[in-house]
């Protein structure tokens, strides 16, 4: 089935630089990459997907980029403010057509402010 | 939209013990994903059921847990004879319609196990 790595585990930025979580996957056949956010105790919520026949997507301080030649993708957040610190979960829809997503580890971001 | 309801958000049981999540989807929808989340840990698939039908239990454990959906009421998780490792978070998802690919979560219940 599906595998899904992601890196790094936990990420310490300044408030204001930049942060880089990357995500690779093993089915060739995935077509839809979602980055969920959860904050401490509450529910992962969406914040940015991209499709497979796209290759960047931007949405204000959030970008993902995905290579499917390489089979992964990465999550980048501009300008981190302390409200971005949360945990971060990539995500791949695989081929059987369900609509099961398998999630990466995570990745506990901190932004220092 | 109310969203993704699930109830308890808190369940404490002792080992042996039987514990039942359940889970409305989002209105109007009939497809509802179970994921577990252990203690600082990620997102496991569990199980995909629509309204009187399991699609994909290839997450499930082999003993001990049996989920439901029926055709009339909440999609029910239920774990038997619990011991302290079923101690997690238990999330639902619905899909949020379309074709997006998205699943909505619901806000988890988090089952103890003394």
């Known amino acids: 089935g599906e595998n899904v790595e992601q890196h790094p585990s936990t990420l310490s930025v300044q408030e204001g630089d930049s942060a880089v979580i990357k995500c690779t996957y093993s089915d060739s056949a995935s077509n839809y990459f979602p980055w969920y956010k959860q904050e401490l105790g509450k529910r992962p919520q969406l914040i940015i997907d991209i499709r497979s026949n796209v290759g960047e997507k931007k949405d204000q301080r959030i970008a993902v980029t995905l290579n499917k030649t390489a089979k992964h993708f990465s999550l980048h957040i501009t300008e981190t403010q302390p409200e971005d610190s949360a945990v971060y979960f990539c995500?791949?829809?695989?081929?059987?057509?369900?609509?099961?997503?398998?999630f990466g580890q995570g990745t506990t971001l901190q932004v220092k402010p | 939209n109310a969203g993704v309801m699930q109830n308890p958000r808190h369940l404490v049981r002792r080992r042996g013990q039987e514990a039942r999540l359940r889970c409305s989807p989002m209105k109007g929808h009939s497809h509802v994903y179970w994921y577990r989340q252990l203690p600082e840990e990620g997102l496991k698939f569990m199980v995909y059921l629509q309204k009187e039908n399991i699609i994909d239990e290839s997450g499930m454990p082999k003993e001990r847990f049996s989920a439901e959906f029926p055709k009339e009421g909440p999609s029910i998780l239920r774990i038997q004879q619990v011991v302290r490792g079923d101690s997690a978070a238990y999330f639902c998802a619905s899909p949020t319609g379309g074709n997006t690919g998205e699943l909505f979560f619901g806000e988890g219940s988090r089952l103890t196990v003394l």
């Open positions: 995500a791949v829809a695989g081929s059987s057509n369900t609509g099961k997503l398998i």
